[in-house]
Structure formats: C-alpha cells, structure tokens
C-alpha cells in the first residue's frame, strides 16, 4: 500500500499569516498520463471532509484561492495564504493512483 | 446544489449485517463514480470502496479488509448508493461517509459494532 505522511504546523499560526502543510507517498503519484493522482482535505470541527484540491494542484469548485498545491511525484504541499479563522480543522491528503486510496494522518491547523 | 444524505446506521452485534443508504440528488448521479469512506474514532480515514458508472460496466473495487463482506451498489433510477455489510466486527466501528466523485461527502453515519 500506499504511505502518505504528513508533517505538522508550528500551532497555532497567526490570523493573516500563510501555513503550508506537507504530504509523502512512499511512491510517485504521477500518472503516465502527466497527472498527479492526490487529494487535499479541509475537515473543519464537526463536519465532514470537504474536498479542496484534486490531481495535486486544481482547486475544487467553490474552494477559496488562498489555497494551493504543489508538488512533484513524491511530495506535496498544500499552501494556505492569509490563514482565517474558518481555516481551522483538520487537513488530509490522499493518494487515488493505486488502491487501496490511502489517507495522511491528518495535520490539524489552529488560529492564533 | 448537490446534496448526499447517508442513511441505514446503528448499533449491532458482532457477525451481523447492516445496510448502509445514500441518498443524492442536484447533480447527474448516473455518470458519478460513488465512493464510500469511513472514520475510526481516532480519526483515522479510511477509503473503503468504489463503484463507477454504468459506461464502466459498474465495476466495484473495495479495500482489503472488507472485501467478501461488503458490497457496494448503486440504484442510478433512484440516484442513490448502497453499501451491504455483512460479518460486522468490533473494528468496523466508525462514522461511514458516501461521497460522489469524492465531492462533497456526506454527514456521515455512525456504525457501532458491540456486544
């Protein structure tokens, strides 16, 4: 299977400052088809995840521009740019090249 | 607007079966890939299967651990998903969560599996 190892955030990050989340596979994600085959997750207190950004680095619909990704085959990073309090929760990433589509741990971002 | 409603959860005992429901509407259910999550208490998440439409021959792919005891369905006249359980354990324990094409998931349903 799949790893997927996330890092951790320097908590809590100040209101207006920017925060960026790091996510590992164990193997490239990268598609002979030239896409990048990984998620990023918001799961705000209480509510179920909500999808942010797909094939590494388009946001989905209706999800702010202050967020971001990055990466190459192997590692990832989500970039959350003037961090709001609404930012707060838990994020996730996950790989969906290979089953079983595996989950990070789950880095949580809280607001100073 | 796309809404998914997860219904069918509940407390049961160990080697029974549930059946899991998940209601959507506000978008074109028939062409959506229906993906089924959960999450352990700790948190944890946990991809747990996958139906593609019909153009894709509604092939299913499930994660080890439950497969030969779950099946996921879909009813695309009724725009909606099934999950069927069958041989509960205790670690199935969890919130299940349906999500079209990964996006948005569900509330999520609580599965408790106990003596």
């Known amino acids: 299977d799949f790893v997927m190892t996330q890092g951790a955030l320097p908590n809590p990050v100040p209101s207006g400052e920017s925060a960026s989340i790091t996510c590992q596979s164990s193997?490239?994600?990268?598609?002979?088809?030239?896409?990048?085959?990984l998620n990023w997750y918001l799961q705000r207190p209480g509510q179920s995840p909500q999808l942010l950004i797909y094939?590494?680095?388009t946001r989905a619909s209706g999800v702010s521009d202050r967020f971001s990704g990055s990466g190459s085959g192997t590692d990832f990073t989500l970039k959350i740019s003037s961090v709001e309090a609404e930012d707060v929760g838990i994020y996730y990433c996950?790989?969906?090249?290979?089953?079983?589509?595996?989950f990070g741990s789950g880095t949580k971002l809280e607001i100073k | 607007e796309v809404q998914v409603l997860e219904s069918g959860g509940g407390l049961v005992q160990p080697g029974n079966s549930l059946k899991l429901s998940c209601a959507t509407s506000?978008?074109?259910?028939?062409?959506?890939?229906m993906y089924w999550y959960r999450q352990f208490p700790e948190k944890r998440l946990e991809w747990i299967a996958r139906i593609k439409a019909k153009s894709y021959n509604y092939a299913t792919d499930y994660t080890e651990s439950v497969k030969g005891r779950f099946t996921i369905s879909r009813d695309d006249s009724k725009s909606s998903s099934y999950l069927q359980m069958t041989n509960l354990k205790e670690e199935d324990t969890a919130i299940y969560f349906c999500?079209?094409?990964?996006?948005?998931w569900g509330h999520g349903v609580m599965v408790t599996v106990s003596s």
């Open positions: 996950q790989q969906f090249l290979d089953y079983p589509f595996t």
């Open positions: 094939w590494m680095s």
């Open positions: 506000g978008f074109t259910f028939s062409t959506a890939w």
């Open positions: 193997k490239s994600l990268l598609h002979s088809n030239g896409k990048t085959y």
């Open positions: 999500a079209p094409n990964n996006d948005p």
